[in-house]
């Protein structure tokens, strides 16, 4: 069975693309065929994030508008089998593409795919309705601030709205030492306020932007706790029943000291 | 210095809280969105309404409640408008 999930949220800059790279690593590790879609015509990232930008010849739009075979465009991951990622045009805008252009499109993909990935735009206007078009599934990220929760609350409207039922949530960006503190939002505080279900939590962290400037999604890093969190997501995507941890920062004495000694700059979880 | 004590033994230190003002920003603001009516919007009816009661009752407008209230599944306009007493004794 073959299932397409847009990953969307409304605001920009919450982690829509880190998160679609890093799900698409996870879900290919895990033995599936993945396919990632980059429907942010104009302002293409994917290939960035994922370290695949000197490879791009053709796009998303060169293949709707017949101007070559959908398998053509598509590069091949050389890390990990079974990953592939349709870019987007840089230098077109988001009206070259149609929601039923999408629709066939994804069709196509899901003959050869076990999941189809699309990240999608920020925004509620032309990139988010082809985004979702051809959806099965919605994957809604937020981090945990009044505006993004804000926008997030708009999006489950109008994707149950475009008969996407259940979309599920990414919390992402996460500073546990931060709510704690009461200086955050718990978890619990925005899925009481949103009313829909935690597909995962991932912490804020320096390694998104290192891995991001190595083009090496942190998903592909064994021993990272941040990869292990994008892992575990894509398990429960895979109908896994994994339990979502608390991020709880260790404290004590040695983790501490290490923080203060600059051995580790960072939370440690 | 024992806050230092604290830190190194890892127990958290106090912030100051903002996460409650998040939270009920938020959840008011949601509520104004699923109506599409501002809070200033909501304030200028009140003020109207207000106008009206003014003509039959006396009241206390500084006791006055006007609101937008979530309950389970459905979104209430509430009110509390305290009455004052009038002595209705004829000279
Ligand atoms: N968990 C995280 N920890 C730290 N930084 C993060 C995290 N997630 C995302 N970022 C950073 O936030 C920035 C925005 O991320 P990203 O490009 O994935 O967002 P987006 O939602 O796709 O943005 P846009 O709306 O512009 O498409 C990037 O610099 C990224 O490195
Ligand atoms: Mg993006």
């Known amino acids: ?269 | 210095m024992l806050d230092v004590i604290r830190k190194m033994f890892g127990q958290p230190s106090k912030g100051n809280g903002s996460s409650s003002d998040a939270k009920q920003r938020l959840k008011f603001l949601l509520v104004h969105d699923e109506v599409a009516l501002t809070p200033a919007q909501l304030d200028m009816m009140k003020n109207e309404i207000m106008d009206v009661i003014k003509r039959y009752v006396e009241f206390d407008a500084e006791g006055v409640e006007f609101r937008l209230d979530k309950g389970d599944g459905h979104i209430a306009l509430v009110s509390n408008v305290p009455v004052r007493r009038v002595n209705n004794t004829r000279d």
Request: hydrophobic share 40%; charged share 25%; with cysteine.
């Open chain 1, 1 to 269: 069975m073959s299932e397409c999930i847009v990953v969307t949220s409304g605001k920009g800059g919450v982690g829509k693309t880190t998160t679609s790279a890093n799900l698409a690593v996870s879900l290919a590790l895990a033995g599936n065929k993945v396919v990632v879609v980059d429907a942010d015509i104009g302002l293409r990232n994917l290939d960035v994030i994922l370290g695949l930008e000197n490879r791009i010849v053709f796009d998303l739009v060169n293949v709707i508008e017949g101007e070559c075979k959908l398998k053509v465009a598509l590069i091949k991951d050389k890390r990990v089998p079974g990953l592939y990622l349709l870019p987007a045009a840089q230098t077109r805008d988001k009206n070259a593409v149609t929601p039923d252009d999408m629709r066939r499109l994804v069709a196509d993909l899901k003959k050869e795919f076990d999941y189809v990935l699309i990240d999608c735009p920020a925004g509620i206007e032309q990139g988010f309705k082809n985004s979702i078009a051809g959806a099965d599934r919605a994957i809604i990220v937020t981090t945990p601030e009044v505006s993004a929760i804000r926008d997030a609350d708009r999006i489950v409207g109008l994707v149950e709205a475009h008969e996407l039922p259940e979309p599920m949530l990414i919390l992402n960006r996460y500073r546990p030492g931060m709510v704690s503190r009461g200086d955050m939002m718990s978890r619990e505080d925005i899925l009481e306020i949103l009313a829909i279900d935690l597909l995962g939590v991932v912490p804020d962290s320096e390694e998104i932007i290192t891995s991001s400037n190595r083009g090496q999604p942190i998903a592909f890093d064994d021993d990272s706790p941040i990869g292990a969190a994008y892992r575990r997501i894509a398990g429960r995507i895979q109908g896994e029943d994994i339990e979502i941890p608390d991020f709880t920062p260790k404290t004590g004495f040695w983790p501490t000291f290490k923080k203060w000694m600059g051995l580790s700059g960072q939370e440690a979880y």
